[in-house]
């Protein structure tokens, strides 16, 4: 992804009820260890909206998701991989819809996003400037 890392952590994710509070626990615990207190809330706003779409299209699948996070000079970039090989779909919400705003959330807290798709699944990812 043409990135210099200068930390890594990676989590798996089970498809479970505690998902979200696991993923932003571990986010918040490792953002907080590598100096970057600042970067904290619109990190675990990404993560959370990607997580939340990988437990939601993988709730069947034994194998849950997994959790990167890597930091480069200027950027954090979030990776959240799943089994399913549906590729994001950014909508446009309703007014009074309460889905379908989390990749627009994800687009205007990060400077670029997108995902790959392999045979055992996607890798969807965003960069947050720091």
């Given at each position: ?17 505690e998902a979200l509070a696991q993923a932003r ?27 939340g779409n990988a437990v939601r299209h993988t ?39 309460t889905y379908g705003r989390g990749l627009g ?26």
């Amino acid at each position: 992804m043409g990135i210099s890392v200068g930390n890594f952590a990676a989590s798996k994710i089970a498809a479970t009820g505690e998902a979200l509070a696991q993923a932003r626990q571990f986010t918040r615990r490792h953002l907080i260890r590598w100096g970057l207190e600042e970067a904290v809330d619109d990190v675990i706003t990404v993560v959370g909206e990607l997580t939340g779409n990988a437990v939601r299209h993988t709730a069947a699948a034994e194998d849950g998701a997994w959790l990167a996070l890597a930091t480069s000079p200027r950027t954090v970039m979030c990776i959240v991989r799943d089994p399913s090989p549906q590729v994001p779909s950014p909508r446009r919400a309703g007014q009074l819809a309460t889905y379908g705003r989390g990749l627009g959330v994800v687009a205007s807290l990060s400077c670029v996003w997108g995902w790959t798709v392999d045979g055992d699944g996607k890798a969807v990812w965003a960069r947050i400037p720091i």
